[in-house]
């Protein structure tokens, strides 16, 4: 049972450049979220889909984009790395919306931008 | 613009004591409030849960107390032990609404 899966685990990225964070879900879950953790903050929502081909903006969208082309992969796409952005992404999907019901987390990526 | 505040950043306690985390929250819209625990290098993972219409829930150690005047909530873990030694982190949402966390809590339950 695989749950949430998040590839990669680690990555180094310079600055500018660009990279795509995958996430994979084995639950048939409709919502999807895309969060970052940061020392102090606690988890940012990034972007979110409700469904397959549905995206939308969180708190903290800004040098990010999203594409939720099938329902089991969410990706988060970094088009020019910035040192802000160093940070630990972690998925997270859930069968109902995060009032209803629980939401089941991967176990992160940690990325540095150097 | 914080939403969820949580306190303390940082909290210590022996083994047998209790765990205290409080969260307070500004939108009296929020329906829904749980807890999640994040053990190093693992996502968080639901811990409890509770709704406005009742004012205490408790899990086994673990006791969420609402008190929906004061717009606060708390985690209270009874008996804690060093495997409960985790980052806490309260949430909140209003309808079918995202999550909102609160900054989290590292908790440190030593022997």
């Known amino acids: 049972n695989a749950g949430v899966t998040q590839t990669p685990k680690f990555r180094v990225l310079k600055t500018g450049q660009s990279m795509t964070l995958l996430c994979a879900q084995d639950m048939n879950h409709e919502y999807m979220y895309w969060y970052r953790q940061d020392p102090g903050m606690g988890l940012r929502l990034i972007h979110y889909?409700?469904?397959?081909?549905?995206?939308a903006k969180g708190e903290v969208p800004d040098g990010y984009n999203v594409s939720r082309l099938k329902k089991q992969n969410f990706l988060l796409g970094l088009e020019s790395a910035a040192p802000s952005q160093t940070s630990v992404y972690f998925c997270?999907?859930?069968?109902?919306?995060?009032?209803?019901?629980?939401?089941?987390f991967g176990q992160g990526t940690r990325l540095t931008v150097v | 613009q914080q939403q969820v505040k949580q306190s303390p950043q940082s909290l210590i306690v022996q083994k047998g004591g209790i765990s205290i985390i409080n969260c307070a929250y500004e939108n009296t819209a929020f329906d829904y409030f749980p807890w999640y625990q994040q053990f190093p290098g693992k996502g968080p993972a639901l811990l409890i849960a509770i709704r406005p219409d009742v004012s205490e829930k408790k899990e086994g150690r673990f006791t969420i107390s609402f008190n929906k005047s004061a717009k606060q909530f708390s985690l209270h873990i009874m008996d804690s032990q060093p495997g409960d030694s985790a980052t806490y982190f309260c949430a909140a949402s209003k309808g079918t609404d995202k999550l909102i966390f609160g900054t989290g809590t590292r908790l440190q339950v030593f022997p």
């Open positions: 889909s409700v469904g397959e081909g549905t995206t």
């Open positions: 997270a999907s859930s069968t109902d919306p995060p009032s209803e019901t629980e939401a089941f």
